[in-house]
């Protein structure tokens, strides 16, 4: 999806991009509210190729979701079908775009340093690119593990296309899995903000990285990335006519979403780039 990511939007990607005022609604008043907003009339998705709405870039939030590959043994999150069937009933713009996509849905990698470790290597730069870099790692690395990481060292690592600081983040987050400095086994109890607390003592997670990781890994349902450029960008296409959307308007918006914000980002992602993406 940014990703995530969220999914961001690279501003050459132009199947990421939407057109200002050729958005689905006129833009609502700040104090109107999400319900209000979603209850205006909606015209098709922007199409490909045009500008994207500005939207403030954070440097994390430059990341960008990996594309979708054979993931053996994918989970369909058991509470997809009963998140959509809520989420069309309160959203009118969901209501049309849910059904676009099929049986599409987010997946989960299962493998905790796998996750975190693609997600470091998609940091500001594009997919393509991310890709490229991540197959390298696989290849030199074939088991993907934080013992196989740590062998390979920072030279290798970087070898492979990484800055140099981001292989030594890979390093350092190989070292706290392997160090069992991370409660791997206790996350799927621990909520989501304690998740993100630990996550983000490791160098080069953050936030937007930790969400993903919630979003992606431990398929919380109601994630909400307001660092993602690509979800700011996609409200403001599908909600406000393409105009520059602040934090505090995304989250009203989102607001009408809850329980189920996970499943509402993830088709927002998807109105900006059809291609499912997963960590």
């Not at 593990?145 to 800055?163: D, N, R, W």
Request: hydrophobic share 45%.
């Amino acid at each position: 999806m940014n990703a995530a990511a969220r999914k961001t939007v690279p501003p050459a990607a132009p199947a990421k991009t939407a057109a200002a005022g050729k958005a689905a609604a006129p833009r609502p008043a700040k104090a109107a509210g999400a319900a209000k907003a979603a209850a205006k009339p909606v015209k098709p998705a922007p199409k490909a190729g045009a500008r994207a709405a500005k939207a403030p870039a954070l440097p994390e939030a430059q990341a960008v979701p990996l594309p979708v590959e054979a993931v053996v043994d994918a989970v369909r999150p058991a509470y997809w079908d009963e998140a959509c069937a809520d989420l069309m009933k309160r959203d009118r713009i969901l209501r049309k775009m849910i059904p676009t996509y099929g049986p599409a849905h987010l997946i989960s990698r299962g493998d905790p340093f796998i996750t975190l470790a693609r997600s470091v290597v998609g940091q500001q730069i594009s997919v393509k690119a991310a890709q490229t870099v991540w197959e390298r790692l696989a290849a030199l690395c074939p088991r993907l593990t934080p013992a196989q990481m740590l062998k390979a060292g920072h030279e290798s690592l970087a070898g492979c296309g990484l800055s140099r600081r981001k292989a030594e983040y890979i390093v350092d987050l190989a070292e706290h899995f392997k160090a069992g400095r991370v409660h791997v086994g206790s996350w799927a109890e621990m909520d989501d903000e304690a998740v993100i607390a630990e996550l983000t003592q490791i160098r080069g997670i953050g936030r937007w990285t930790a969400e993903m990781f919630l979003m992606f890994n431990l398929m919380r349902p109601n994630v909400l990335p307001l660092d993602d450029v690509g979800l700011i960008n996609a409200i403001s296409a599908n909600y406000f006519s393409g105009e520059p959307v602040t934090r505090s308007e995304a989250r009203e918006v989102a607001a009408n979403w809850e329980p189920w914000r996970t499943v509402a980002t993830w088709y927002m992602w998807r109105s900006l780039d059809p291609l499912p993406v997963t960590y």
